[in-house]
């Protein structure tokens, strides 16, 4: 018998490389996207902006007979800045796709699970909260994975964090665009906002590939006895360790890698 699975955030670069992977002969996908556009005959699409409470009331009446095997969140923005120059509007934008999109599917999708089916949701290695100037995605991040965790033990519903490093995917472009307008507002901090920018293109053409990231996830999506957090890349199996030591140890090395790296951009 087939398998339902259920992708949210379809347009994602990572989304599309794993649904490559998955084997559609085992598996109905289903799939949401923001501005939902036909991508295949064979996946049943609906649109669905996550921090739009009316797309999930609308997306539970259409799916309201569908039971899922598997369902695997996508969406994200990534926001950056330093702390002393955030706006609440930007921090707010953020933990709405984030942390509330989550939420909100949570609440109304995976009531639609099965009993021994798996919500999988895509994070990041900024979930560990050691990256200087990213703390809007590392805190959405961070919160989403304890929401998710709260979740599974109070349910009892297999819920899986995948924490990837950096891949190469046309996220960074978009995160790039959208933080050009929010990292000109300060005065402050001039260096190190423009390596942020360089960083993130340099991001988009040098990290994991996006095909190995999506055989990953298929990987993790057909395991039958899951791990909660899977951390993907060398650079996130780092970040990981940073959890077992002193915060001043990690915050020292982490001030003496980016002095560095500004020194090298002279």
Not at 32 to 47: Q, R, V, Y
Not at 217 to 242: F, H, P, R, V, W
Request: positive net charge; proline residues 2%.
């Amino acid at each position: 018998m087939q398998k339902n699975i259920l992708v949210i955030g379809i347009n994602s670069e990572l989304a599309l490389r794993t649904i490559e992977e998955i084997d559609c002969k085992k598996y109905q996908i289903f799939a949401t996207s923001k501005h939902a556009g036909l991508i295949n005959k064979d996946i049943k699409e609906f649109p669905l902006d996550v921090t739009n409470e009316h797309d999930f009331i609308n997306l539970k009446d259409k799916i309201k007979n569908t039971d899922f095997d598997v369902i695997i969140n996508f969406t994200g923005i990534a926001t950056a800045g330093a702390v002393e120059e955030l706006e609440e509007k930007e921090l707010e934008k953020q933990l709405d796709v984030n942390l509330f999109g989550l939420l909100r599917i949570i609440k109304h999708i995976c009531p639609r699970l099965k009993e021994n089916g798996k919500f999988i949701n895509i994070s990041s290695m900024a979930a560990y909260g050691i990256f200087p100037f990213l703390s809007p995605y590392s805190v959405s991040k961070s919160a989403g994975d304890i929401l998710l965790n709260t979740y599974s033990l109070e349910k009892n519903i297999k819920c899986i964090s995948i924490r990837p490093g950096v891949v190469a995917t046309k996220f960074w472009e978009s995160s790039i665009e959208r933080n050009k307008l929010i990292l000109s507002d300060g005065k402050n901090y001039q260096k190190e906002k423009a390596f942020l920018l360089k960083n993130a293109q340099k991001n988009s053409l040098h990290g994991l590939n996006s095909i190995y990231v999506g055989k990953k996830i298929a990987q993790i999506i057909e395991a039958k006895n899951n791990k909660s957090i899977y951390n993907i890349g060398l650079d996130a199996k780092i970040a990981k360790l940073t959890r077992f030591l002193p915060q001043n140890f990690v915050n020292f090395i982490v001030k003496r890698v980016l002095k560095y790296r500004l020194s090298k951009e002279k």
